[in-house]
């Protein structure tokens, strides 16, 4: 990659050897794969999807802590995105907001979440 600027919203990525529209055509709905390691520092409450998927979500009250499975993908959704949750029971639709997930930690891979009452039977 040579340079990379926002247009209209999205980025503009110039590769090198790419020169023209035509040719950067032929790379279109490709992926751009970073590592980790160079990847740009996320302001506070902001997640790379790739660091939610497999998180252990867990409910935490009166001192006990109740698994309620595992996140298997981010669904972008009109406000908050949405967790789908891989639960014993089937999958569970979880808002990705602060006032539901508490308490989000990539690198032990645990979202703690605080749900509003039947809402983890609502999709089972």
Known sequence: MEEV?????????KFAGVDS????????GRHVLIPPSER????AHQYYVSDLQG??????RDGAR?????VT?????GGA????????RGEVLIPLAQEICTRIDTEAKVIVV???????ELNE
């Open 5 to 13: 600027w926002p247009h209209k919203g999205r980025a503009v990525w």
């Open 66 to 70: 109740r698994d309620v499975g595992i």
């Open 114 to 120: 605080d749900p509003p009452e039947d809402l983890l």
């Open 55 to 60: 998180c252990r979500v867990v409910v935490e």
């Open 21 to 28: 529209i035509e040719q950067a055509e032929r790379l279109r």
């Open 73 to 77: 993908e981010i669904e972008p959704a």
């Open 81 to 88: 995105n949405l967790l789908h949750v891989k639960t014993e």
């Open 40 to 43: 740009m520092p996320l302001p």
